[in-house]
């Protein structure tokens, strides 16, 4: 089973408009990161939210936690051409576990 | 802005064949990974290495797989025995802080196809 399962897979919107995506995961975390993918390219990261914060934000992006709902959200706020991506979610899934589970990803388009 | 590179960027490879794929990690981080992803599905975490040795390894990472980080620059992803089903874009990241803090910085990939 996934740690990290974004919602919805694909998202198509018009530039200027916001885009939300959503992220559920079922254990404890630490924190809770997403990352963005260019086509056949390597992932970057975007944004760290910590379990005992809430809300963070970075220039267009939002990025809230619900740790009550193991949930995340990440809003990207007058969307533009070039965010066109895949976004992911990742987590650490237990205390002491070395790595990030990365969800499925959703693969946002921006229309022009 | 320091990055991670990774080598080669494409490799084409008959089944059993062995493989090397190669990362130059950041060089002040100090944790590393191998991950990879079949086409248009998500990211699997292979690997994780610390204190030059394996620190957890997924399902995915048996027999045929090793890595080695050979002379404190390079850390290498082998494959021992390549089969149709390891073709994948493999990803190398590394990490500055302990396990659980932090960002991964990932390089661009190694694409392997395996025929």
């Known amino acids: 089973s996934q740690q990290g399962e974004e919602d919805p897979q694909a998202l198509s919107i018009q530039e200027g408009e916001n885009a939300t995506m959503n992220c559920s995961y079922k254990?404890?975390?630490?924190?809770l990161q997403w990352y963005r993918q260019n086509s056949g390219r390597g992932l970057v990261h975007l944004i760290l939210?910590?379990?005992?914060?809430r809300e963070k934000h970075s220039g267009r992006l939002r990025v809230t936690l619900d740790t009550s709902k193991k949930s995340s959200s990440l809003l990207i706020t007058a969307s533009r051409a070039a965010d066109t991506a895949s976004y992911f979610c990742?987590?650490?899934?237990?205390?002491?576990?070395?790595?990030?589970?990365f969800g499925q990803g959703t693969r946002l388009t921006i229309n022009p | 802005e320091p990055e991670v590179t990774q080598t080669p960027s494409h490799q084409v490879t008959q089944m059993g064949q062995e493989v090397i794929l190669r990362c130059v990690p950041i060089s002040n981080h100090l944790y590393f990974y191998w991950y990879r992803q079949i086409l248009g599905q998500k990211v699997e975490f292979l690997v994780s290495?610390?204190?030059?040795?394996?620190?957890?390894k997924s399902e995915i990472f048996d027999d045929q797989f090793s890595v080695e980080r050979p002379d404190g620059s390079n850390f290498t992803l082998k494959i021992r025995s390549t089969k149709l089903e390891d073709s994948a874009m493999y990803f190398c990241a590394s990490k500055r802080d302990s396990a659980n803090t932090g960002e991964l910085f990932f390089g661009e990939g190694s694409r392997l196809t395996v025929l």
């Open positions: 990742a987590t650490v899934p237990f205390q002491g576990a070395q790595k990030l589970v």
């Open positions: 939210i910590r379990s005992n914060e």
């Open positions: 290495f610390y204190n030059n040795e394996i620190s957890e």
């Open positions: 254990t404890s975390i630490n924190n």
